[in-house]
């Protein structure tokens, strides 16, 4: 029997915080040739731009998507590019364009060229309605307008699978920290800075209050996540293929200063809540997901504790080399 051959694959957003990684855990999947990352800006020195093919291409210019496809002969679609919470809110108008428009594109291409897509939903599609412990299936009542982009999203993806058959697949990232790229904007970002400031000054401001409890994930099991999820056979993925919620570990920023003070000291976070407190209290402290540890069995690998060393970890060891 011969083996599969393999895929071609196009990332949108590919310089963002989950590009970064996601990218490279592909081109060693595939090979660096058979991944072809893309955004709109271009960062000289990037990793993946400097490691494997890189295209500037605005996912609202659905034709030059298209020569891309064409071009590569492309069969899979990771579609990063998005607006996320916080910038969003503050430019609504483009974070709906961008989401939801770019999303269009992207499936309708994904229906022509026969392509399989993945695109990533958030805890933000939760609203002040939903339980604390945020199940599968729940009422989707977000008050910002990324987290309604990112509903949309869901349903437009069971759209274009029931209907015209495309396989597209998403998860509900939880707020993600990693330490190769900065954070994109989103209201999880201070559980990404707040190293950076403990390390370089022991000092942190924090844009939520001390009792905020988010559900987080260290980027390595995101990484693991989505690939695992991309390759489950067709017939395991349920109707929550749009969303599947995801777990990693869930703290409050106390709990969080107390792990990096273990290792920092002194470390002193004061607080500072502005709109972000917001957006933070209107999504769920943790989320519940059997579903996605049924259907392709997902088990988180990072704790809080194992995360902090990471990270500290890692980004010291990088500022020494940078120094
Ligand atoms: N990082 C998180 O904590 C998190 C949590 C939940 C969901 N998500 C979702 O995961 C996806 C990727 O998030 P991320 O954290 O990597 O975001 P990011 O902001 O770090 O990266 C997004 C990338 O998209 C690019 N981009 C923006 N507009 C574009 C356009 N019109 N055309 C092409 N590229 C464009 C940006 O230049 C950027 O590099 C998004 O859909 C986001 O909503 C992320």
Not at 25 to 50: C, F, K, Q, T, W
Not at 133 to 156: F, S
Request: charged share 20%; aromatic share 8%.
């Amino acid at each position: 029997m011969s083996a599969a051959p393999t895929p071609t694959v196009l990332v949108t957003g590919a310089l963002g915080q989950i590009g970064t990684e996601l990218v490279s855990a592909l081109r060693e999947l595939y090979g660096s040739d058979s991944v072809i990352a893309s955004d709109i800006r271009e960062i000289e020195g990037h990793p993946v731009i400097n490691n494997g093919p890189f295209l500037t291409a605005d996912v609202l210019d659905k034709n030059s998507l298209k020569v891309i496809i064409e071009d590569n002969n492309v069969n899979i679609i990771y579609h990063l590019a998005a607006i996320l919470s916080a910038t969003g809110e503050k430019n609504p108008v483009l974070c709906e364009r961008v989401n939801v428009g770019g999303l269009a594109n992207v499936l309708e291409l994904a229906r022509e060229y026969e392509l399989r897509v993945f695109s990533p939903s958030s805890i933000a599609v939760f609203g002040p309605d939903c339980p604390n412990h945020a199940p599968q299936i729940t009422p989707l009542n977000p008050t910002t307008t990324y987290g309604k982009t990112k509903v949309t999203g869901e349903i437009m993806a069971k759209y274009y699978w029931e209907v015209h058959g495309v396989d597209v697949r998403g998860i509900r990232y939880p707020g993600l920290i990693s330490w190769k790229a900065p954070a994109g904007g989103g209201t999880t970002d201070y559980a990404v800075d707040i190293f950076h400031h403990a390390i370089m000054s022991g000092k942190y401001s924090c844009f939520v209050g001390p009792d905020t409890r988010l559900p987080m994930m260290y980027m390595d099991d995101a990484i693991r996540a989505t690939l695992e999820m991309m390759d489950t056979p067709v017939e395991s993925i349920s109707d929550s293929r749009g969303g599947y919620n995801i777990s990693g570990c869930s703290f409050t920023v106390t709990e969080l200063v107390a792990e990096i003070s273990k290792v920092i000291d002194p470390f002193e976070c004061t607080y500072s809540p502005d709109i972000r407190q917001e957006y933070a209290d209107s999504w769920p402290d943790s989320v519940d997901d059997t579903e996605a540890s049924n259907d392709w069995g997902w088990k988180a690998e990072f704790g809080l504790e194992q995360l902090v060393n990471e990270m500290l970890t890692n980004l010291t060891r990088t500022r020494e080399v940078e120094e």
